[in-house]
């Protein structure tokens, strides 16, 4: 399961619509792929469909799909959005990683 912060569905929702998607209609894909300084690296794009062997989420709104390889790294994650000053922009409250890199971009198990 991941879990959207009521700041993150108020982002996701403006950036969707600033590109031409709908959330609740469309997808958030959220994934891992190798890569970042701590060896694995986040990855976070729109898609307006599935693919065979994604798996579906839903929070607060917001339709969030998941590659197959990717699910067990990511569950229990909660995706938030950190503006202002220091903001750093999305952010993944991972409870699986070991240890994160200072930008918070990526993780390690």
Known sequence: MIKVSEEAKKKISALMSEEGFTAGIDYVRVGVKSGGCSGLSYELKFDKSQTEGDKLFEDNDIKIIVD??????????????????????????????????????????
């Open 68 to 109: 197959k390889r990717s699910v067990l790294y990511l569950a229990g994650t909660i995706l938030e959005y950190s503006g202002g000053l220091n903001g750093k922009g999305f952010l993944f409250n991972n409870p699986n990683a070991q240890r994160t890199c200072g930008c918070g971009e990526s993780f390690s198990l």
